[in-house]
């Protein structure tokens, strides 16, 4: 890294540069780690099956170590993610003898969880992921049928809010949601938070994750929905971003190595897309990247298992890219 900027210095230093993060990764990308980014997200270890695999058992110890990490190298910490219908155990869901639980049951457990991780990672994680993807893909349908909606109602999502404030008065919360810029689930997405807004239910901000590719979402898109979003007067955050080198369909198997055309266009797809959050500073105070460098990225296995991607502004050999360059450039201007 000597002689390369460092990434989140050539921006104004209230303006965090982030990377999800493993127990591994800590440690095989920590030079990436240290000089570019001033925040971290653990990519899995603060999931409800990671910290709470059963009733009254907690395990924290791979999420502590990332706390450590972030602590020792003075990083930031964007805790991620409390109430989610993914990767969250099913005994959250169920009695002994595997049937449902009651609302005010599921209710307590919700609480009972949240205070505990919070509680534990009280003044070190300063926002929290309180509520994640609640909101529907499906035309027509507004929020998603996850256990939480099914058994608690669609209050579940002010009650995990009203908590975590409870909880940690000082950590910002947001609400975090994929797929934010394609316009049905962009209003649905607004729509719900808000009503939380209206209601005065805690919230701070709204988490964009930008799992995008070469193509999609546009620009305008994009500038379309931050202008949305940023109308309700809370922060923003791009909390997951990554650039796919592939197309939505494009489900090829045989690409061994990254086109030089697929390469220039991801350097200009990152200029424009850093370019509009300039525009949009006020709103916008934090860019998290779901990974940190090519060789380890959860597009490896999505959509086609064991297909290799090459999103992110460093290569597999942990060099900047073209897109890092043009990202520092676009900053330093004017
Ligand atoms: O830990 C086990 C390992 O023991 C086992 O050998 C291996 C075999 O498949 O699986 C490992 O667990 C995997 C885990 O990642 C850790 O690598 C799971 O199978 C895999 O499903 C899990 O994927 C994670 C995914 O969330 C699951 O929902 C990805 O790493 C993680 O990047 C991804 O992150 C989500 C955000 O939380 C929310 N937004 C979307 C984003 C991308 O899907």
Same mark, same amino acid.
């Given at each position: 890294c000597h002689g390369t900027p460092k990434l989140y210095e050539v921006f104004d230093k209230d303006f965090f540069i982030g990377a999800a993060v493993n127990t591994s990764t800590i440690k095989s990308h920590d030079e990436l780690l240290k000089h570019h980014f001033n925040s971290i997200t653990a990519e899995n270890e603060m999931k409800f099956e990671n910290v709470h695999p059963a009733e009254n058992k907690y395990t924290f110890d791979q999420a502590d170590q990332i706390v450590a990490f972030a602590n020792d190298q003075g990083k930031n910490i964007r805790g991620h993610t409390l109430v989610w219908h993914n990767q969250t155990p099913a005994w959250v869901f169920e009695n002994e003898e595997g049937t449902n639980i009651s609302r005010s049951m599921l209710l307590e457990r919700m609480a009972s969880h949240m205070e505990s991780i919070i509680g534990r990672y009280k003044g070190k994680v300063y926002s929290w992921d309180v509520v994640n993807e609640a909101v529907s893909d499906k035309s027509g349908e507004f929020l998603r049928p996850s256990p939480w909606l099914k058994t608690i109602g669609e209050d579940y999502i002010a009650k995990a809010f009203e908590y975590a404030r409870q909880i940690d008065p000082d950590t910002l919360l947001f609400y975090n949601d994929y797929n934010e810029f394609v316009p049905e689930k962009r209003d649905k997405i607004y729509r719900l938070v808000k009503s939380i807004v209206d209601k005065d239910i805690p919230i701070d901000g709204i988490g964009l994750q930008g799992h995008w590719n070469l193509e999609f979402p546009s620009i305008d898109l994009i500038r379309r929905g931050i202008e949305k979003y940023a109308s309700l007067g809370l922060q923003l955050h791009i909390t997951e971003l990554d650039i796919s080198v592939f197309s939505h369909d494009d489900k090829r198997t045989d690409v061994k190595q990254p086109s030089e055309d697929m390469l220039i266009r991801q350097a200009e797809r990152y200029q424009e897309i850093f370019s509009l959050f300039k525009e949009y500073r006020d709103h916008l105070t934090s860019v998290t990247f779901w990974g940190v460098a090519d060789d380890d990225t959860w597009l490896d296995n999505f959509p086609v298992r064991g297909r290799k991607n090459w999103p992110f @502004?460093?290569?597999? @050999?942990?060099q900047p890219k073209q897109s890092f360059w043009e990202i520092v450039k676009l900053a330093r201007q004017a």
């Amino acid at each position: 890294c000597h002689g390369t900027p460092k990434l989140y210095e050539v921006f104004d230093k209230d303006f965090f540069i982030g990377a999800a993060v493993n127990t591994s990764t800590i440690k095989s990308h920590d030079e990436l780690l240290k000089h570019h980014f001033n925040s971290i997200t653990a990519e899995n270890e603060m999931k409800f099956e990671n910290v709470h695999p059963a009733e009254n058992k907690y395990t924290f110890d791979q999420a502590d170590q990332i706390v450590a990490f972030a602590n020792d190298q003075g990083k930031n910490i964007r805790g991620h993610t409390l109430v989610w219908h993914n990767q969250t155990p099913a005994w959250v869901f169920e009695n002994e003898e595997g049937t449902n639980i009651s609302r005010s049951m599921l209710l307590e457990r919700m609480a009972s969880h949240m205070e505990s991780i919070i509680g534990r990672y009280k003044g070190k994680v300063y926002s929290w992921d309180v509520v994640n993807e609640a909101v529907s893909d499906k035309s027509g349908e507004f929020l998603r049928p996850s256990p939480w909606l099914k058994t608690i109602g669609e209050d579940y999502i002010a009650k995990a809010f009203e908590y975590a404030r409870q909880i940690d008065p000082d950590t910002l919360l947001f609400y975090n949601d994929y797929n934010e810029f394609v316009p049905e689930k962009r209003d649905k997405i607004y729509r719900l938070v808000k009503s939380i807004v209206d209601k005065d239910i805690p919230i701070d901000g709204i988490g964009l994750q930008g799992h995008w590719n070469l193509e999609f979402p546009s620009i305008d898109l994009i500038r379309r929905g931050i202008e949305k979003y940023a109308s309700l007067g809370l922060q923003l955050h791009i909390t997951e971003l990554d650039i796919s080198v592939f197309s939505h369909d494009d489900k090829r198997t045989d690409v061994k190595q990254p086109s030089e055309d697929m390469l220039i266009r991801q350097a200009e797809r990152y200029q424009e897309i850093f370019s509009l959050f300039k525009e949009y500073r006020d709103h916008l105070t934090s860019v998290t990247f779901w990974g940190v460098a090519d060789d380890d990225t959860w597009l490896d296995n999505f959509p086609v298992r064991g297909r290799k991607n090459w999103p992110f @502004l460093f290569d597999e @050999l942990h060099q900047p890219k073209q897109s890092f360059w043009e990202i520092v450039k676009l900053a330093r201007q004017a």
